[in-house]
């Protein structure tokens, strides 16, 4: 099947992470960042993206952005999202310079596997107030996948976006940005979503759904995907296909930790305490369970 051949190619060119019983992890995908305007789906949830990753940060543990990262589908130019979300930018900045950042890129961030495009945008940014340039991610390697090696067990965990094999997402990327720019863009404002999407067409997420989980019982491995915008957490009789959700659900974000050789899925979500006053809190809605408590 094209799908599982595409997931095979991206898995054997994957980047090997190794770690360990003392390793921290957090997976977000598709925070979909945009230039704050009124189709910047990320605007709503800075606030709790913003708090959560600073959570992680001094927590000791390594941020994995898992593909969509930054919306250049609707977006033309990264200089303007950066612009629009400068902090959360030199928060994800101070976790790479500690080595604690990898970047998976996704469907609407794709051009991140051109390295010429990487160099021109991440490398560094210009500082206003000082009229100098800064760096921001030097050197970075934006990659399709990653193979995280949990050596205790010797267990492989696949981490990709998860479009792989999806006509429009995967081959015909530049015809579906086209769409997006010229005409989903504009109909969002008055209530259309884009049916090719994923994210947003129920039937199309079932079957990426599928195509993963097939992958994970084929390969006998777990594999950790985000794209759909739909949290997933297997019962332990199921094939372990786990999905983060997205960073742009209304009032929420999920995201995926893996720590101390366990796995959850989390959630963040603006709430009021008994005083009435909102409160950013971290929910946890699945697991922990041990990495082997799926077989494979
Ligand atoms: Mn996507």
Redesign the pocket.
């Known amino acids: 099947m094209f799908a599982t051949q595409r997931l095979n190619t991206v898995f054997q060119n994957a980047k090997k992470l190794k770690i360990g019983d003392s390793s921290k992890i957090i997976i977000f995908s598709?925070c979909h960042r945009g230039d704050y305007g009124w189709s910047d789906d990320f605007a709503k949830n800075r606030n709790i993206f913003y708090y959560a990753l600073s959570f992680y940060f001094n927590e000791g543990y390594t941020y994995i952005e898992l593909?969509?990262g930054d919306e250049l589908w609707k977006n033309r130019f990264f200089s303007e999202i950066f612009v629009a979300h400068q902090q959360v930018f030199e928060l994800m900045s101070r976790f790479y310079m500690q080595d604690r950042f990898h970047m998976v890129y996704?469907?609407?961030d794709v051009e991140r596997s051109i390295p010429s495009v990487v160099k021109n945008t991440l490398y560094a940014y210009y500082d206003e107030n000082i009229q100098q340039k800064r760096p921001l991610f030097p050197d970075i390697q934006p990659v399709g996948g990653i193979r995280l090696c949990y050596t205790p067990q010797d267990r492989d965990i696949f981490l990709v976006?998860?479009?792989q094999g999806d006509l429009v997402?995967d081959i015909l990327w530049p015809f579906g940005r086209l769409m997006v720019r010229l005409m989903w863009r504009n109909l969002q404002l008055f209530g259309f979503s884009d049916p090719t999407s994923?994210?947003k067409n129920f039937t199309k997420a079932v079957r990426v759904d599928k195509r993963l989980i097939n992958w994970s019982l084929q390969q006998k491995k777990m594999i950790i995907a985000?794209?759909t915008h739909r949290p997933r957490y297997p019962t332990t009789a199921q094939p372990p296909y786990f999905n983060t959700g997205s960073v742009v659900s209304p009032h929420c974000i999920t995201g995926i930790e893996i720590r101390h050789g366990q796995i959850a899925l989390v959630r963040w979500c603006v709430k009021p305490d008994f005083s009435g006053s909102l409160r950013i809190v971290r929910d946890i809605m699945q697991g922990p369970q041990p990495l082997d408590a799926w077989g494979y």
């Open positions: 598709d593909g969509d996704g469907n609407h976006h998860g479009h997402s994923a994210a985000g794209h």
